[in-house]
């Protein structure tokens, strides 16, 4: 069973357009939602987290949204670049089992000029 | 150096031969991992291991085996390998805040 779902599985955005991804869970232990970013040929690497009693965070073009009553959050980078193009991964955070993590599928994200 | 590094980057095998992809890091993480990439199937866990005594299975396990020689060291063995093998593997280690990722082993089994 998918504890973190994740969607769309693909993203087609344009250079400059707002590209937004989204993740849904169910298990009400999870506090911290970490967002990670992989490029080809790499490993995924930490971009941005948050922790549940705040609604947003901002870092730079890239902010994750959380809505704790619905059990989701979001990732959007504004003003999307080229560069921005990669993997996306949202993943969740249980302390109840002893520091688990649970990825999401994924998101491939591609930026056109 | 980096933080976790893998070891090979790449790696071309035959159906039916055993296959050691090994993985150290420099973080003093207790907790390691071994995750494989598949296109369109996100990461799934392999092994993971919580301390040099500590070995569990992960989702997909089956033909696969581990070994935590050290805190900074864990490889993966590939028993007898098959074709629907070919995938990209990674190693992680984590702590409270999140995992740091190897850059991977692209293993193709022919």
């Known amino acids: 069973q998918q504890q973190v779902k994740q969607s769309p599985q693909s993203l087609i955005v344009q250079k400059g357009g707002i590209s937004i991804i989204n993740c849904a869970y169910e298990n009400t232990a999870f506090d911290y939602f970490p967002w990670y970013q992989q490029f080809p040929g790499k490993g995924p690497a930490l971009l941005i987290a948050?922790?549940?009693?705040?609604s947003e965070k901002k870092e730079g073009r890239f902010t994750i949204s959380f809505n704790k009553s619905a059990k989701q959050f979001s990732l959007h980078i504004m003003d999307s670049q080229p560069g921005d193009s990669a993997t996306y991964f949202c993943?969740?955070?249980?302390?109840?089992?002893?520091?688990?993590?649970?990825f999401g599928t994924g998101t491939s994200l591609t930026v056109i000029p | 150096d980096a933080d976790v590094t893998q070891t090979p980057r790449n790696r071309i095998t035959k159906t039916g031969k055993r296959i050691m992809l090994e993985c150290s890091q420099t973080?003093?993480?207790?907790?390691m991992y071994w995750y494989r990439q598949d296109p369109g199937l996100g990461l799934r866990l392999i092994y993971y291991s919580f301390d040099v005594k500590d070995i569990n299975k992960g989702e997909i396990s089956d033909g696969y085996s581990v070994s935590r020689q050290a805190q900074a060291k864990f490889s993966l063995s590939l028993e007898s390998a098959i074709p629907n093998q070919t995938a990209l593997y990674f190693c992680?280690?984590?702590?409270?805040?999140?995992?740091?990722f190897g850059s991977g082993t692209r293993l193709t089994v022919v």
């Open positions: 993943a969740a955070r249980t302390l109840t089992t002893g520091n688990q993590f649970y």
């Open positions: 992680a280690t984590s702590d409270i805040y999140g995992y740091t």
């Open positions: 948050i922790r549940p009693d705040v």
């Open positions: 973080k003093g993480h207790d907790r």
